[in-house]
Nanobody, 115 residues
Framework: QVELVESGGGLVQAGGSLGLSCTAS????????MSWYRQPPGKRRELVAS???????SYPDSVKGRFTISRDNAKKTLYLQMTSLKPEDTAVYYC?????????WGQGTQVTVSS
C-alpha cells in the first residue's frame, strides 16, 4: 500500500508559475512510473506528465515546454513545476504512481489560474 500526499496547489495569475509536490509513504525507487494527472471542471481526467524509473519523461503537447516533472527518490517525492500557466490549466491535479503492477492515487490539489 502506498499513500500519496500532494501539496502546492493554489491560485495564480495567467503567465505565472506554480510548483506541486507529492510525497509517498514508502520508497519510490521501485515505482516504475510516477505521473501527474489533472481533471478540469466538467471534463475527464487527463495525463499531464510522467517520469519513469529510467529517468525518462513524457508530456502531452498541451504542456510540453511549460511543465517539468521530476522525482527525488531520496526524498520519496514527485514534483511538477508549472510555468506560463494558462486559465485552461485550471484543474484538480492528482499524483499517480505505479508499483509492482498496482496503481495508487493522491487525493488531489486544486490549481486555479485566473485570466
Amino acid at each position: 500500500q502506498v499513500e500519496l500526499v500532494e501539496s502546492g496547489g493554489g491560485l495564480v495569475q495567467a503567465g505565472g508559475s506554480l510548483g506541486l509536490s507529492c510525497t509517498a509513504s514508502r520508497n519510490t525507487i521501485s515505482m516504475t512510473r510516477m505521473s501527474w494527472y489533472r481533471q478540469p471542471p466538467g471534463k475527464r481526467r487527463e495525463l499531464v506528465a510522467s517520469v519513469f524509473s529510467s529517468g525518462g519523461t513524457s508530456y502531452p503537447d498541451s504542456v510540453k515546454g511549460r511543465f517539468t516533472i521530476s522525482r527525488d527518490n531520496a526524498k520519496k517525492t514527485l514534483y511538477l513545476q508549472m510555468t506560463s500557466l494558462k486559465p485552461e490549466d485550471t484543474a484538480v491535479y492528482y499524483c499517480f504512481v505505479q508499483m509492482f503492477g498496482q496503481d495508487y492515487w493522491g487525493q488531489g490539489t486544486q490549481v486555479t489560474v485566473s485570466s
